[in-house]
């Protein structure tokens, strides 16, 4: 039956999950059990086409690239795919009408991976969208469950929570981004003087992001409010960690949340949910 294809593919994007981010695994599990295998299947894809352009570095990434876009469409369009990530993904994509324009912007962004090296404000902020707003508001169409005032509602502050997770990762992985890569995706910045000015206002523009996010949490459909305001709180964790470090450090390590301080997030999220007092937060 064509429904144990479905059940393996989506099992292919949960192992992905799994193994690429311990963090949104463990978020996802705390939406409602209808959401998990779409949010799953929307980071499966996102995870191969971003793999692609970060580290098939022995293989031809333009072509693969190109690959993977026409075969996303053709999945969605046909509505079947003999790669599972792309059939679970069309899955998700077809049953919630996600936005195909979403999934062009997605494309544009990891296509601008492979040749820019140094972005513009506005090259920054249309790399943002692309690559982390676009997931966010995939995610939002799952939630509103075919509500568009709900989605509309929404929208910004979804933007937002994907690009403060961007931003973060972005600071985490300046490291591999710059030294593995020669990649500097915040503008005006150079990493061979970066300043403790220059993080700062990285920081205060991230900040803002989560501040807009979280007054869009507040408003989610209870069934994917808790597992969203985890994930918020994972990253906003991280956040809080590397504001305390001085720019240099940044620069020579990845900062990581260690599992027992993860678990402790997830129960005093947990608390303040049955208590609602994550409004207070």
């Known amino acids: 039956m064509i429904q144990s294809f479905h059940t393996v593919s989506q099992n292919c994007s949960r192992n992905i999950t799994r193994e690429y981010s311990t963090s949104f695994a463990s978020a996802i599990r705390l939406l409602h059990k209808d959401l998990r295998a779409p949010v799953r299947n929307i980071y499966g894809f996102v995870r191969l086409a971003d793999e692609i352009v970060d580290t098939f570095h022995d293989y031809e990434k333009e072509q693969l690239l190109k690959e993977l876009k026409r075969e996303t469409f053709l999945a969605i369009e046909r509505g079947i795919s003999l790669n599972p990530v792309l059939h679970s993904f069309q899955l998700t994509v077809n049953q919630y009408g996600i936005d195909h324009s979403l999934i062009h912007s997605f494309f544009q962004s990891m296509e601008t991976d492979l040749c820019r090296k140094v972005y513009s404000k506005e090259e920054y902020e249309e790399y943002i969208y692309g690559s982390a707003e676009t997931v966010g508001l995939m995610c939002l169409q799952l939630f ?117 301080y993860k678990l402790m997030i997830v129960l005093r999220a947990g608390v303040k949910n049955r208590l609602r007092l994550i409004g207070n937060v």
């Open 144 to 260: 509103c469950e075919g509500r568009q005032d709900i989605y509309e509602k929404l929208k910004l502050p979804a933007r937002s929570l994907g690009a403060a997770f961007q931003k973060v990762n972005f600071l985490r992985d300046i490291q591999a981004d710059y030294n593995g890569l020669s990649r500097i995706y915040f503008p005006c910045c150079d990493f061979n003087n970066f300043t403790e000015e220059d993080k700062r206002k990285i920081e205060e523009d991230i900040q803002n992001d989560f501040r807009a996010a979280y007054k869009g949490i507040l408003q989610l459909p209870l069934n994917a409010r808790f597992g969203v305001y985890v994930a918020y709180k994972y990253y906003l964790s991280l956040f809080r960690r590397i504001k305390k470090l001085e720019p240099a450090v940044i620069l020579q390590q990845r900062v990581r949340i260690p599992n027992y």
